[in-house]
């Protein structure tokens, strides 16, 4: 009995690890350049009440011919919220944040849509136009994709991601998102509930899945000693 019940902690302890080597392993890897700063943008309608906000950090992942390397790299750049500025437009079924930083040398526009029969909204398109100071073309570098599926929700809701996402524009062009939380339709002052992303729902599984495995332990052990409890006290009766 004693020996099954140490295999069987032993199991849970593995498994345990096992769970929490995995999580820090998936938060453990940083790149180099490090996460950008969260920024605060808004945009007002004409009557001067914002009815977009969005909180984030951007880092984008562009790819251009460098003419210091006389070859295509891929240039990691972090938005400075203290040195970007944000305009665009609310309407009834779309809304644009553009975000214009560095002194207007990088214009990046988000584009969303919103379905008026389903009251659902998205993240349809995403813009960029640049001026890189290393780049070999003459005019900015320009990607845009209006297709795009990203950041379902409800109209009335926020859309949330607190991990880091990213949104593939072009073959050269991403976004990456930080701490995002983002409300382009039906905002009245504050954020609506969250609709969250899957990275963030599989994230809250690691601490329910090592909940179960500590309640299985206590379980196991509190049976193990109760069972123990019976035998030995049966055992003083025999005697
Ligand atoms: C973002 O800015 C608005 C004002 O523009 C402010 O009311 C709000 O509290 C800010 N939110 C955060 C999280 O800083
Ligand atoms: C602006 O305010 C007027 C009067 O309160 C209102 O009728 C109108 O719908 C508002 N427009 C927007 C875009 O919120
Ligand atoms: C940036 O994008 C390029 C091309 O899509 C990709 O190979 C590279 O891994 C990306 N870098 C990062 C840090 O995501
Ligand atoms: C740039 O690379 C190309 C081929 O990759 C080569 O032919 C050319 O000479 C290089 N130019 C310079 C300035 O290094
Ligand atoms: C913006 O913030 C960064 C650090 O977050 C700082 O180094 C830089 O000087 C600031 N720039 C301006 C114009 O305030
Ligand atoms: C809007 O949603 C309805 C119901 O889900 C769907 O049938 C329709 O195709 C959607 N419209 C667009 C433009 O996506
Ligand atoms: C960004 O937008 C501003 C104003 O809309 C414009 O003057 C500037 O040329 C744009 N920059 C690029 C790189 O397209
Ligand atoms: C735009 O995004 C869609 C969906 O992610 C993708 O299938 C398509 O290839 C993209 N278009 C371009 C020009 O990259």
């Not at 943008?41 to 977009?52: D, K, P, R, T």
């Not at 562009?62 to 919220?81: D, F, G």
């Not at 779309?94 to 560095?102: E, M, P, V, W």
Request: glycine share 8%; with cysteine.
């Amino acid at each position: 009995m004693t020996r099954s019940t140490f295999v069987l902690s032993a199991l849970f302890v593995g498994l345990l690890a096992a769970v929490l080597h995995q999580s820090v392993a998936a938060t453990g890897a940083n790149q180099e350049l490090g996460s950008p700063e969260r920024g605060n943008y808004s945009v007002s309608n004409v009557n001067g009440s914002v009815c977009l906000m969005a909180l984030m950090g951007l880092q984008l992942n562009v790819s251009y011919s460098s003419v210091s390397q006389n070859k295509t790299v891929a240039a990691m750049i972090n938005l400075q919220p203290n040195i970007t500025t944000p305009s665009g437009s609310c309407d009834l079924d779309s809304a644009t944040l553009q975000l214009s930083t560095d002194a207007d040398k990088i214009n990046l526009t988000f584009r969303f849509s919103l379905n008026t029969t389903s009251n659902k909204y998205h993240l349809s398109g995403l813009s960029l136009s640049a001026v890189l100071a290393d780049m070999k073309e003459e005019s900015p570098l320009s990607f845009r994709n209006d297709t795009l599926e990203y950041m379902w929700g409800t109209l009335g809701h926020s859309y949330m991601c607190r991990d880091k996402q990213t949104l593939t524009v072009t073959k050269d062009f991403s976004v990456q998102t930080f701490k995002l939380q983002v409300q382009p339709f039906g905002f009245t002052g504050g954020f609506g509930a969250a609709d969250e992303c899957q990275l963030d729902e599989d994230d809250m599984l690691i601490p329910i899945i090592v909940g179960a495995a500590l309640a299985g332990l206590v379980l196991i052990v509190l049976v193990a000693y109760l069972i123990g409890r019976k035998r030995s006290h049966a055992g003083y009766q025999t005697i």
